[in-house]
Structure formats: C-alpha cells, structure tokens
C-alpha cells in the first residue's frame, strides 16, 4: 500500500494524531505528508531557541533552595560530592525544591541534574 500511495521511503519522522476510524491508508497520507501534530514541534523549536536560564541556587542554615525553569527541564536531582557522592533528591517536578543539608560534611559541591527526562544539563555548585 505504502507503494501506491508513494509513500515508500517517504514516510516522516513525527507525532501522528490517529483520529477513531483514521483508515490505514490514511495514516499513510499523512505520514507521507507529514502532516504531525504541531502544538508540540512548535513548542520544541520556541524551547530550543530561548537560552536555558541558569537555575537559582541558595544554602542557608542547613537548607539548600533549588529554583529552575519546569517547562524546559521538568526534572530536577540533586547530588551532594564529596569525600562520597550522596543524592539528597532524585526526579524533583515543579521548578522549586527545598532540601535538607545540615547532615552532609560541609565541603564538597552540589551536582544539580536538571532534563526532560531524555536530555540531561549538569550544573555543579560549590558550597
């Protein structure tokens, strides 16, 4: 079918809305066509195009404060480095985090890893 229709090796890489009763032929067109849901390309590009704004960080009295931008990088861990590494939050979600520091040594830094769940930006903080 995909020969008939032209799509053979032709077939775009995207997000597809499979409507009830889309038929196979269809679904082909429009893969052919590329005709992909837009909404989230268009938010892809508008995200890959602003510079990432650097996460705010503060550690006061045994307290460490984690502000981030959630709608580019949802997913926050943070890892505390040194004479071990000891991960103080794992997978935090919308934008701010308040997190307890008084039992770690006092030298040492921060790792914070911040992703989308596949892309992952380290920024290492010193205390």
């Given at each position: 079918?995909?020969?008939q229709?032209?799509?053979?090796?032709?077939?775009?890489?995207?997000e597809y809305?499979?409507?009830?009763?889309?038929?196979p032929?269809?679904?082909?067109?429009?893969?052919?066509?590329?005709?992909?849901?837009?909404?989230?390309?268009?938010?892809a590009r508008?995200?890959?195009?602003?510079?990432?704004?650097?996460?705010?960080?503060?550690?006061?009295?045994?307290?460490?404060?984690?502000?981030?931008?959630?709608?580019?990088?949802?997913y926050?861990?943070?890892?505390?480095?040194?004479?071990?590494?000891?991960?103080?939050?794992?997978?935090?979600q919308?934008?701010?985090?308040?997190?307890?520091?008084?039992?770690?040594?006092?030298?040492?830094?921060?790792?914070?890893?911040?992703?989308?769940?596949?892309?992952?930006?380290?920024?290492?903080?010193?205390?």
């Open positions: 079918m995909a020969r229709l032209g799509a053979a090796g032709r077939i775009q890489v995207g809305r499979i409507e009830p009763g889309t038929t032929r269809r679904l082909l067109m429009d893969m052919r066509d590329g005709r992909v849901v837009q909404q989230r390309t268009a938010r508008a995200l890959a195009a602003a510079p990432a704004s650097a996460p705010q960080v503060s550690e006061r009295g045994g307290v460490l404060s984690v502000r981030w931008d959630p709608a580019r990088q949802p926050l861990t943070v890892t505390h480095l040194g004479s071990a590494r000891t991960v103080i939050a794992l997978d935090v919308g934008g701010s985090a308040t997190l307890p520091t008084a039992a770690l040594p006092p030298a040492g830094r921060f790792e914070l890893a911040l992703g989308d769940g596949l892309n992952v930006e380290r920024v290492f903080i010193e205390r």
